[in-house]
């Protein structure tokens, strides 16, 4: 077996692992659906919206619904391995380090992914966008998977960190904001300019797609002395 094929196998096994594992609990994609969908609703209900200003507000009640969600999902998942030594046997046996860190993003991606389908329907709904023409959908697509690596790149990592600690539910957002915050402002610019094109704007979805590889690539390469730690 070559060395790429043997570090896939590993990824896909410890990644159908983490599915099996979720869909058997039902706990973690649950709450964090639900979570979503309350913060569109109290946004919705808290300002005063009107044609003219909804396509500002609209996008940043996404992603604050977004990311508030995946912190609730990123912690408790982590942290449920802790508490039952899933993580540290599984640091035993001698798997890439890459491999558990990668299989951990793609789990976490895949959930978050979850979250912004049932989100998005009732973002559409509440605030009586158009979002589901073609071509605006073609074009959402992009910012929504860009915005959920990236948020999952950093969260992987440092849910992992927080984790060892006691106050774990209170240290991973102190950790993870201050660096998400360039991947949600250029989400929720992407988005705006997507439901109202503006002109002379920076190239925002090329924002996103560079603080995602400078997140991804950082984040795997740190991951394998988080984790001894």
Request: proline share 5%; hydrophobic share 60%; net charge neutral.
């Amino acid at each position: 077996m070559t060395m790429a094929r043997l570090f896939f196998s590993q990824l896909w096994a410890v990644l159908w692992k983490d599915i099996r594992y979720e869909l058997r609990s039902k706990q973690t994609w649950i709450g964090m659906g639900m979570f979503a969908l309350l913060v569109l609703v109290i946004f919705n209900f808290t300002f005063d919206l009107h044609a003219s200003n909804v396509a500002d507000i609209a996008p940043g009640a996404l992603w604050v619904a977004f990311i508030f969600a995946s912190l609730l999902g990123l912690g408790r998942t982590v942290a449920a391995e802790r508490e039952q030594s899933m993580l540290d046997r599984l640091l035993l046996t001698p798997v890439d380090r890459k491999a558990i860190y990668l299989a951990k993003l793609l789990g976490n991606l895949l959930f978050i992914g979850v979250v912004e389908i049932i989100a998005l329907p009732v973002f559409a709904v509440l605030f009586n966008l158009p979002i589901w023409q073609g071509s605006t959908l073609l074009a959402l697509m992009p910012i929504a998977l860009l915005g959920a690596l990236g948020i999952a790149a950093v969260g992987t990592l440092f849910s992992v960190m927080a984790a060892t600690t006691q106050a774990k539910e209170l240290l991973l957002p102190i950790l993870i904001f201050p660096l998400v915050v360039p991947v949600v402002i250029s989400a929720v610019r992407a988005t705006s300019m997507l439901l109202v094109p503006a002109v002379n704007e920076p190239p925002w979805l090329g924002l996103l797609i560079a603080f995602d590889v400078i997140f991804l690539s950082v984040s795997t390469l740190l991951f394998q002395y988080v984790v001894e730690e």
